[in-house]
């Protein structure tokens, strides 16, 4: 029964003005085969390795996975010549590369509320349509092909968000950076996703030093800038849009990437819990801290 319900979905780049189109495992117009479904589970690494010119083996440094290829196929049933040329005519419309990126979503229970999404772009293909033999006007099958250049999945949990506030004191002997005093919060994050995940750390109220800490692996991103009552602190730590943002009470916005002190690091939420503590010595009030984060999954089935 599950087959019958399992149900893909595009949605193509808002700036399109274009609506999702539905194909699910059994119906019409449209009717995955299911057999052709590639790239819904991993996704192959690269591992990074150093080597003189006299050592046996290598030396491992790190991995980092490459993008994401996805191709499907589906049946396409029609009453008439027009009809079928109107849907094919939908289809290539919808998975267009000429809008950018839009967002793949694959149901994966009966009821349709468990889902992935991934955002991909077409790739296009040289013949998207094949004709089936001894029903031109009625059959058709539809290939299509996606890239998507960050491969994680997300789940239908949407993001993920904890609030925690900060109290005072927390004086601790002898001083050790990051220091624990003024006013100190903890928050437990957990990432349920299969791979590190950024964070979006959001910093309300005054205080002139924050330090976000990552008790899991140590890592820190410390602050120097004084924020006012009313003002809030944002950083984002995934890699390719790594950001530290002030937000002063009347809506100004600046830059204050350059305040981050030397020794921290953007660092990534991983799988399961992660304790994570904001000390601020300069802060006379408490403060209150949100980090937000999607689950990224390698694989749904």
Known sequence: EGATRMMLTYTPNPSSGLPSIEIPAYGTPFEIIRDSLFGFGGVRAQHFVSQS???????????????????????????????????????????????GEGVLRIYVDIANTVYFDINCIPDGVADMFRVLKGAPDKYCLCQVSLTAYS????????????????????FKLPFSFPFTLGEQGVGGAINQGSVPTPALITIEGAGSNPVVTNTRTGEYISINYAAQDGDSIVVNTAEDITSVTHYAAD??????????????????LLPGLNEITVTDAGATVPQTITIEWDNLYLGVF
């Open 151 to 170: 491969p994680f999945w997300r789940d239908s949990g949407g993001v993920n968000t904890i609030t925690f506030g900060t109290v005072s004191g927390g």
């Open 53 to 99: 010119p006299t050592q046996n083996g290598a030396a491992y440094f790190a991995s980092r996975y490459d993008s994401r290829s996805i191709m499907f196929s589906f049946r396409i049933s029609a009453g008439s010549f027009d009809e079928m040329s109107a849907l094919k005519r939908q289809v290539s419309r919808t998975f267009s590369s000429a809008f």
């Open 251 to 268: 809506g100004t916005q600046t830059d204050i990437f350059n305040t981050v002190e030397l020794g921290s690091s953007f660092f990534q």
